[in-house]
């Protein structure tokens, strides 16, 4: 009798050690759950991180391009200028503006006067 006890003294035990380890098991599931999205969290922010860092090298590398064209457009600018293009034309290629003595201005006649084409019958 006192092994008849003893069983059903264990049945229930045995229910409330189920009830205890399903607890225990949606505690620990729950406890999964965080870390793995605690580590979801970290992994998508160190990402964002260092795309962030490879976006902001991206910019400082177009605004130096930019600057660069900026200035190159400038001395394109200067060195396509009258004054900088007389000087180098004399002396390399020997030309020189003319005095006003040798300028000729020709006068431009007047275009001939056209004449209206007639409709065509065909219509």
């Known amino acids: 009798m006192a092994r008849a006890v003893k069983a059903g003294k264990r049945e229930r035990g045995t229910g409330k050690r189920t009830r205890g380890t399903s607890i225990r098991s949606l505690f620990f599931l729950g406890l999964l759950g965080f870390f793995v999205v605690a580590t979801g969290v970290i992994a998508r922010r160190t990402f964002g991180i260092s795309q962030s860092r490879s976006l902001r090298a991206l910019e400082r590398q177009r605004d130096a391009i930019d600057a660069a064209r900026v200035?190159?457009?400038s001395e394109i600018r200067d060195a396509s200028s009258r004054s900088r293009l007389v000087?180098?034309?004399?002396?390399?290629?020997?030309?020189?503006?003319?005095?006003d003595?040798?300028?000729?201005?020709?006068?431009?006649?007047?275009?001939p006067a056209r004449t209206p084409i007639p409709p065509s019958k065909h219509n």
């Not at 000087?87 to 005095?99: D, S």
């Not at 003595?101 to 275009?111: A, D, E």
């Open 71 to 73: 200035k190159l457009e």
């Open 101 to 111: 003595s040798q300028v000729i201005i020709l006068q431009r006649s007047p275009p």
């Open 87 to 99: 000087p180098i034309a004399e002396q390399r290629l020997h030309m020189y503006v003319p005095p």
